[in-house]
Structure formats: structure tokens, C-alpha cells
């Protein structure tokens, strides 16, 4: 029986670099791997569905999932995490805690990007300043006129106005003319060369670390997902996807630990790893339901109440059924 001839779309990370190099297999699979960034690999699969097996925006995904109309179900492998309180960048001379962020304008490239709901949440749940709080301007960081992945049904009190014609959020931010900037990737390189632009947390590190103390929120930004037809014509597929992204991840961080020759090209890496599982403990990026429960229900409940999922989504719902539970030796 031949294997199946599947594509495979991911990130180039440590995690995912052993299935690419071939180190780790996907049973029964013989896949044709991309590494793709994320702007092209999310568009293209919420788009034309371009991918059998594919890395997805949670918050897409869950858009989708909660209206019945994602092509692909969802597995819990979270192949991108990261605290975003450094996704939020302001006027330092108008800004100077999040609160002051009321009344304002705040630049995004898409309002239903994952490390948004995430930062959005944060100020909210932490600083009292809500969505309907602040006037949002959408456009590119980089190049004018970046599209919705997906068209949105927010609700009214959510206020949102496109970027000029040729203008990029960097260039506004830059030039005053708004006066904060959300996204995954920073601004630009002439707006962070401007002294009066900085984070709104001056120390974003130890207001996350605190924030994980207080929560036990990692958050999730990208799953693995499967074409739905597939799953249902292979039962086997998503177990043996989640076993093969483990396995993956494994290797990674067992290169990680192996400090004879440091693996990423960084200094004080071992510091930071013993630090990192000081705080968050040895499997401080878990794969699977259980050990990620607070963090999956933190994002149902802020999704929903940002109105970008059309209900609340238990979590019992977001992943394919076959990968709630593994096997244990």
C-alpha cells in the first residue's frame, strides 16, 4: 500500500525543522513540504484552500469553525506561541500607560489577527481599556492597502477606519497621525527609528512574565490543521500528524539543551532556558488539550467577546475528535 502524497504548509522554526529535514516522518505519509510565512500561508488556505496539511491562525480558524465554514479541522499542535504585550507599540510622547490608550487610534493590519485578539485581551482583562474604547485603522505595515483575510460581522460599537489611499500604519504611527500600532511584526524600521515610538510596556518581559504568574496563559497564536475530506477519509491521519509535530518538537528542544555547541545563533541561550522552565516548568511549550486548557479556554471566551466567533466555542469542539487523548506507555 503506497503512502499517501500529502502537502504539508509550515513555518520554518526549530520545531518544525526535523520533519523537513526528514529526521522525523509522518506515518503513512509521503509529504511535499513549504515553508511559507505566515501572511502568504494563511491567505492561501483560507482563500483557495491551497494545502492539505497546513499551519492556521487560530484566530481564522476559529472565525471559520464557529460559522461551520473552515475547510480544515484543527489539531492541537500550537506550532507558534507568544506573551504579545510586545505586539503594542505608541506614541511615547502621548502614551504613557495603557489606560491613556482611551479615546485614542490604533493601527492594526487586520482587526481578527491572533497576536490581536491576544493583545486586545490583555488590555482589557488587565487595564480596563476596551475594544469600543478606541478608534481602530486598518491597513498594511509595510504596503498600503492590505486586505481582510476574512470579511468580519463585528458588532456596531466597534469602530474601525481604513488607512489613506498609498498611507502603511508605520507611516501614520510615524508621522503622529495615530497614536498606537498593533500587530504581530513591529512597525517600521524609520517609525522604530523615531524616539517618540517605543512599546507600551517599557519592559514587556517581566509585565509577561507577571501576566503568566497571575494566569497560566501561554498564548497560542498558529495550530496544525487537516483538509476536513481527508480526516474523514483517513481516521488515522490527525493521530498520526499530532504524533509526528510532537516527536518534531522534541528533537528541537533536545538540540536546544545541548549546549557543546550552541544551536540558535543567540547568546545566553542556556540562561534563558533554565529560566523559561523555572517559570513555566519543563514543558513550558506543550502540545495537546489538557496541558493548554486555561490558555484554549482564555481565547474562546476573549474571541467571542471581541465578536469574531459567531458563539462561544467550548474547547471540546475545536479539535478533531481523535486527538483529545493519546496513548501512554
Given at each position: 500500500m503506497s503512502k499517501l502524497?500529502?502537502?504539508?504548509?509550515?513555518g520554518d522554526y526549530d520545531r518544525t525543522r526535523p520533519l523537513y529535514d526528514g529526521r522525523v516522518q509522518i506515518d503513512g505519509v509521503d509529504p511535499?513540504?513549504?515553508?511559507l510565512n505566515p501572511e502568504e500561508m494563511f491567505f492561501r488556505a483560507m482563500r483557495s484552500v491551497?494545502?492539505?496539511?497546513?499551519?492556521?491562525?487560530?484566530?481564522?480558524?476559529?472565525?471559520?469553525?464557529?460559522r461551520g465554514e473552515c475547510p480544515y479541522i484543527a489539531l492541537p499542535v500550537f506550532l507558534s506561541r507568544a506573551f504579545r504585550h510586545t505586539s503594542i507599540y505608541v506614541r511615547k510622547d502621548r502614551i504613557c500607560e495603557p489606560a491613556d490608550l482611551k479615546g485614542k487610534r490604533i493601527g492594526l493590519p487586520e482587526?481578527?489577527?491572533t497576536a490581536n485578539v491576544w493583545a486586545r485581551a490583555i488590555l482589557q482583562d488587565d487595564y480596563g481599556v476596551r475594544p469600543a474604547d478606541v478608534t481602530w485603522v486598518r491597513g498594511g505595515i509595510e504596503t498600503p492597502g492590505r486586505p481582510e483575510k476574512i470579511k468580519l460581522e463585528l458588532p456596531g460599537n466597534i469602530r474601525i477606519e481604513q488607512a489613506p489611499a498609498g498611507a502603511t500604519i508605520s507611516q501614520m504611527l510615524d508621522r503622529g497621525e495615530i497614536d498606537g500600532f498593533m500587530a504581530p511584526r513591529p512597525p517600521s524600521r524609520e517609525a522604530l527609528e523615531n524616539s517618540n515610538i517605543g512599546w507600551l510596556f517599557d519592559d514587556p518581559t517581566a509585565v509577561?512574565?507577571?501576566?503568566?504568574?497571575?494566569?497560566g496563559v501561554f498564548p497560542i497564536m498558529h495550530v496544525a490543521a487537516i483538509r476536513k475530506e481527508l480526516a474523514a477519509q483517513h481516521p488515522w491521519l490527525p493521530a498520526a500528524v499530532v504524533k509526528a509535530f510532537t516527536q518534531s518538537k522534541a528533537a528541537a528542544l533536545q538540540l536546544l539543551s545541548d549546549t557543546s555547541a550552541t544551536k540558535v545563533t543567540l547568546p545566553f541561550v542556556e540562561e534563558q532556558l533554565q529560566a523559561a522552565r523555572e517559570t513555566m516548568g519543563e514543558d513550558f511549550w506543550s502540545y495537546g488539550v489538557a496541558a493548554?486548557?486555561?490558555?484554549?479556554?482564555?481565547?474562546?471566551?476573549?474571541?467571542?467577546?471581541?465578536?469574531?466567533?459567531?458563539?462561544?466555542v467550548p474547547v471540546s469542539e475545536l479539535f478533531h475528535p481523535a486527538t483529545y487523548e493519546t496513548y501512554r506507555i
Amino acid at each position: 500500500m503506497s503512502k499517501l502524497q500529502l502537502s504539508v504548509a509550515m513555518g520554518d522554526y526549530d520545531r518544525t525543522r526535523p520533519l523537513y529535514d526528514g529526521r522525523v516522518q509522518i506515518d503513512g505519509v509521503d509529504p511535499l513540504y513549504m515553508l511559507l510565512n505566515p501572511e502568504e500561508m494563511f491567505f492561501r488556505a483560507m482563500r483557495s484552500v491551497d494545502f492539505d496539511i497546513t499551519e492556521l491562525s487560530f484566530s481564522s480558524y476559529l472565525v471559520k469553525h464557529s460559522r461551520g465554514e473552515c475547510p480544515y479541522i484543527a489539531l492541537p499542535v500550537f506550532l507558534s506561541r507568544a506573551f504579545r504585550h510586545t505586539s503594542i507599540y505608541v506614541r511615547k510622547d502621548r502614551i504613557c500607560e495603557p489606560a491613556d490608550l482611551k479615546g485614542k487610534r490604533i493601527g492594526l493590519p487586520e482587526y481578527q489577527l491572533t497576536a490581536n485578539v491576544w493583545a486586545r485581551a490583555i488590555l482589557q482583562d488587565d487595564y480596563g481599556v476596551r475594544p469600543a474604547d478606541v478608534t481602530w485603522v486598518r491597513g498594511g505595515i509595510e504596503t498600503p492597502g492590505r486586505p481582510e483575510k476574512i470579511k468580519l460581522e463585528l458588532p456596531g460599537n466597534i469602530r474601525i477606519e481604513q488607512a489613506p489611499a498609498g498611507a502603511t500604519i508605520s507611516q501614520m504611527l510615524d508621522r503622529g497621525e495615530i497614536d498606537g500600532f498593533m500587530a504581530p511584526r513591529p512597525p517600521s524600521r524609520e517609525a522604530l527609528e523615531n524616539s517618540n515610538i517605543g512599546w507600551l510596556f517599557d519592559d514587556p518581559t517581566a509585565v509577561a512574565k507577571d501576566y503568566y504568574r497571575r494566569t497560566g496563559v501561554f498564548p497560542i497564536m498558529h495550530v496544525a490543521a487537516i483538509r476536513k475530506e481527508l480526516a474523514a477519509q483517513h481516521p488515522w491521519l490527525p493521530a498520526a500528524v499530532v504524533k509526528a509535530f510532537t516527536q518534531s518538537k522534541a528533537a528541537a528542544l533536545q538540540l536546544l539543551s545541548d549546549t557543546s555547541a550552541t544551536k540558535v545563533t543567540l547568546p545566553f541561550v542556556e540562561e534563558q532556558l533554565q529560566a523559561a522552565r523555572e517559570t513555566m516548568g519543563e514543558d513550558f511549550w506543550s502540545y495537546g488539550v489538557a496541558a493548554a486548557s486555561r490558555t484554549l479556554e482564555t481565547f474562546v471566551r476573549s474571541h467571542h467577546e471581541q465578536g469574531l466567533s459567531s458563539r462561544l466555542v467550548p474547547v471540546s469542539e475545536l479539535f478533531h475528535p481523535a486527538t483529545y487523548e493519546t496513548y501512554r506507555i
